[in-house]
């Protein structure tokens, strides 16, 4: 009977250990950090490559009808960025970038150092070397990557819905194929045109004022009335219908 017992208590063991270890093999993975990871706490004042970086992650809370600079320089502007960008995420808001802001921004960033909810090949459906257009490509891309970041502060204030990318980086041939201006922001990597799927063209136009865009074009402009144009490198805001 002793034997039994012993038996039964030793099978319940294994199948308490066996439904550990499948849990622990098939837990969901947090987002890594293995982009890029911040040393120190970055605060007003401070300059350099880590500054730059976090520049980047918050050039979309920059104000309205502003641009955030990345230039490595910890002024007032790259402060109140961060500020904004803290409140956006509940976090306390005090415009020094220490643990709490960067763990949230791993936690948004995947390991190539796009946001979460946008990706390289959404940016570009065009090629697969970001060449042709007018810069080089390494530069087309980075351009990108900062417009992901507006993007990803933009869909955060539209309530976290999804925002469609309709067209992203242009060579000269694809621009010139898609009927594009010749000065057109596309073939700089910077320019995304934005269609409707959780909201409205006017809703997405009015809220991309406050994201770091200079160039708004959207319903009421010229061949724009099926989608929104964003971008930077030109200061025109151009929506009509939507009052802009």
Request: hydrophobic letters at 40%; proline letters at 2%; zero cysteines.
């Given at each position: 009977m002793l034997r039994r017992i012993a038996g039964l208590v030793a099978a319940a063991l294994l199948v308490i250990t066996g439904t550990a270890v499948m849990?622990?093999?098939?837990?969901t993975p947090a987002h890594a950090d293995g982009c890029y990871t911040w040393t120190?706490?970055?605060k007003e004042g401070m300059k350099g490559e880590d500054v730059r970086q976090l520049q980047i992650r918050v050039s979309g809370y920059p104000g309205y009808r502003s641009v955030l600079a990345l230039d490595g320089s910890y002024g007032a502007h790259t402060k109140a960025a961060?500020?904004?960008?803290?409140?956006?995420?509940?976090?306390s808001a005090d415009g020094v970038a220490g643990t709490q802001t960067f763990n949230k921004i791993y936690q948004l960033q995947d390991n190539d150092c796009t946001p979460a909810h946008f990706s390289y090949s959404e940016l570009n459906k065009c090629n697969s070397t970001w060449?042709?257009?007018?810069?080089?490509?390494?530069?087309?891309?980075?351009?990108?990557?900062?417009s992901m970041w507006k993007l990803e502060a933009l869909r955060h204030a539209l309530g976290d819905k999804p925002v469609r990318?309709?067209?992203?980086f242009r060579s000269k041939a694809c621009n010139d194929r898609a009927g594009g201006s010749a000065s057109s922001r596309h073939m700089y990597g910077d320019g995304v045109d934005l269609g409707s799927l959780s909201h409205s063209f006017c809703t997405i136009a009015k809220q991309a004022r406050y994201h770091g865009f200079s160039n708004i074009l959207g319903p009421g402009?010229?061949?724009?009335?099926?989608?929104?144009?964003?971008a930077v490198g030109s200061t025109t805001w151009s929506a009509p219908n939507c009052g802009i």
């Open positions: 849990s622990t093999a098939t837990a120190r706490t970055l961060v500020t904004r960008f803290q409140q956006a995420y509940g976090l060449s042709g257009g007018a810069v080089s490509a390494s530069t087309a891309r980075a351009n990108a990557l900062v990318v309709t067209s992203g402009y010229p061949n724009h009335n099926d989608h929104v144009h964003v």
